[in-house]
Nanobody
Framework: QVQLQETGGGFVQAGGSLRLSCASSGRIFNIYAMGWYRQSPGKQRETVATITNGGRTNYADSVKGRFTISRGNDKNTMYLQMNNLKPDDTAVYYC????????????WGQGTQVTVSS
């Protein structure tokens, strides 16, 4: 089992920045990649960014150039630096842990709310 806990959400004005963190524990040696996902009311959960154990990153087109995903040196913590936030970024943000390439997350955090006002 892998446990994930997000922190860092909050309320910010458009153009502002937030940094999300995801702390992982448990059988983390099984993890192939981790990612950030978000879901706003009435919409499906979407992938924001992913990062593999090898450091390969991938971003949704809507956040390229504004968001940066990274992992701590001990690989137990993952971050999402969000700059130039827009109202459309308002959502609950979740971190997820993937066990295999091209798979959906096998483990999820509880989520953290990000609200961007115009």
């Amino acid at each position: 089992q892998v446990q994930l806990q997000e922190t860092g959400g909050g309320f910010v004005q458009a153009g502002g920045s937030l940094r999300l963190s995801c702390a992982s524990s448990g059988r983390i040696f099984n993890i192939y990649a981790m990612g950030w996902y978000r879901q706003s009311p009435g919409k499906q959960r979407e992938t924001v960014a992913t990062i593999t154990n090898g450091g390969r990153t991938n971003y949704a087109d809507s956040v390229k150039g504004r968001f940066t995903i990274s992992r701590g040196n001990d690989k137990n913590t993952m971050y999402l630096q969000m700059n130039n936030l827009k109202p459309d970024d308002t959502a609950v943000y979740y971190c997820g842990a993937l066990l295999y390439i091209n798979s959906s997350p096998a483990y999820w955090g509880q989520g953290t709310q990000v609200t961007v006002s115009s």
